[in-house]
């Protein structure tokens, strides 16, 4: 069964959180609270209708790589972003021993909702763009947001994607990921754990280089 694909408009409820590891790996955790606006049978003073706010959801967010660099240096407690990604639930077992369960979203896309904003922007590689009468954007790095923040030791080789986060077997690690319920995947351990895990095997799919046949 494959992931189920989910796109959401909301805001941020803080600053997004950035970590960076001692593998390369850069991640950027934000929560999200999004509603459904639904008209009302109320008007107001001038006879226009009255809307509210209903089915209010807060949602954890994680992103890796440049996707996180950009989010990082980009985003900000109260701006409105649209989020495009797939829907996964962590599992783990608190002090008390009881399994808990919580949903996120892996993130693909993420962007600023342009309705009340303008912005300037500069690209990664080469462009940029600076509307008339704004400051240019001057570039964030990886490295940047190490120096302050601090590079988190995963007891890995740096670019390897070897040893999971705070030296889970590789075997527990790989068994994480099960599709579950409505397609709705399921990992397990702490969130920083599973988090790490979760990626490093993702990357080390992506850099797993072709066998030719014949």
């Known amino acids: 069964m494959s992931q189920l694909p989910i796109t959401l408009s909301g805001n941020l409820t803080d600053d997004p959180v950035c970590k960076t590891f001692d593998t390369g790996s850069t991640l950027t955790r934000m929560r999200v609270a999004t509603s459904r606006r639904v008209r009302t049978d109320s008007e107001d003073e001038n006879g226009n209708a009255q809307w509210a706010d ?11 790589g440049q996707l996180a660099v950009n989010t990082r240096a980009s985003l900000a407690k109260g701006m409105p972003v649209v989020v495009v990604g797939r829907l996964v639930s962590d599992k783990w077992t608190d002090g008390e021993g009881n399994t808990r369960y919580k949903h996120i979203i892996k993130a693909n896309q993420i962007a600023l909702e342009l309705t009340r904003f303008q912005v300037s922007s500069r690209s990664t590689s080469v462009q940029k763009h600076t509307p008339k009468g704004m400051e240019e954007v001057a570039e964030t790095t990886r490295e940047d947001i190490a120096d302050e923040v601090g590079t988190i030791s995963t007891g ?17 690690a790989n068994s994480q990921g099960g599709a579950g319920v409505d397609g709705v995947i399921e990992r397990n351990g702490t969130a920083e754990e599973m988090s790490f895990a979760d990626r490093e095997r993702e990357v080390a799919e992506e850099n797993r280089t072709p066998v030719s046949v014949g």
Do not use: F, K, M, R
Request: charged content about 20%; glycine content about 14%; some cysteine.
């Open 156 to 172: 890995g080789t740096s670019g390897a994607a070897n040893e999971p986060a705070n030296g889970q077997a590789e075997g527990q």
């Open 54 to 64: 209903t089915d209010l959801l807060y949602i954890d967010v994680e992103c890796w």
